[in-house]
Structures are given as structure tokens and as C-alpha cells.
């Protein structure tokens, strides 16, 4: 069993940036592959990007690639994204999400509760 707490959402400008964390409790985080997906009202919950569980391998989706970062602390157990040129269509409840899968992490088996990221133009 995993728990992730999300953390270091908010209300921001459009231009500005916001770092969220993902803290994850339980078994080894290092085992894990990790990702970041939101979802906006109304839509679909959209991959954002994803980590290897040593951290060697990344990927992002189109609409964000250039301005986020993600990121790992094994020592720490959590990651990160840093979002930085925010936009309003990134507003999103965000998740994160681990599994044994890297390729497999939208159908992880362990979630985040979500933090809502909100970007005003």
C-alpha cells in the first residue's frame, strides 16, 4: 500500500509558476515510476508528465513540455513538478500517481487526492 499527498497548489497569474510536491508513505517510493495528470471541469484527466523510479527517464505531454519539470527525492519520497509560464488552460485539479509501470501510469494503482492549480489571465 502507497499513500501520495499532493501539495503546492494555488491561485496564480497567467506567466506565473507554481511547484507542486508529491509525498508519498508506505512501501519504497524508489520501486515506483511516478506521474502527474490533471483534470479540468468537464474534461477527461490528461497524462502531464512521468518519471522512471530512478529517475533516468522522463516524458511530457506536448501542451506543457518546455515549461514544466518533473522531478524525484527518493531519500525525501516525494516529487515534484515545476510549472513554470503558466497558462489558464492549465488550470486543473492535478494528481499524482505511482506504479511499477512506467508505461503504465495511467491506470496506476495508487493515486493522490489532488491539488487544484488555478491560473488567472
Known amino acids: 500500500q502507497v499513500q501520495l499527498v499532493e501539495s503546492g497548489g494555488g491561485l496564480v497569474q497567467a506567466g506565473g509558476s507554481l511547484r507542486l510536491s508529491c509525498a508519498a508513505s508506505?512501501?519504497?517510493?524508489?520501486?515506483?515510476?511516478m506521474g502527474w495528470f490533471r483534470q479540468a471541469p468537464g474534461k477527461e484527466r490528461d497524462f502531464v508528465a512521468r518519471?522512471?523510479?530512478?529517475?533516468?527517464?522522463?516524458s511530457y505531454a506536448d501542451s506543457v513540455k518546455g515549461r514544466f519539470t518533473i522531478s524525484r527525492d527518493n531519500a525525501k519520497n516525494t516529487a515534484y513538478l515545476q510549472m513554470n509560464s503558466l497558462k489558464p488552460e492549465d488550470t486543473a485539479v492535478y494528481y499524482c500517481?505511482?506504479?511499477?509501470?512506467?508505461?503504465?501510469?495511467?491506470?496506476?494503482?495508487?493515486w493522490g487526492q489532488g491539488t487544484q492549480v488555478t491560473v488567472s489571465s
Open positions: 508506505g512501501r519504497t517510493f524508489s520501486y515506483y515510476a
Open positions: 518519471i522512471s523510479s530512478n529517475g533516468a527517464s522522463t
Open positions: 500517481a505511482v506504479d511499477p509501470n512506467y508505461y503504465e501510469l495511467g491506470s496506476a494503482r495508487y
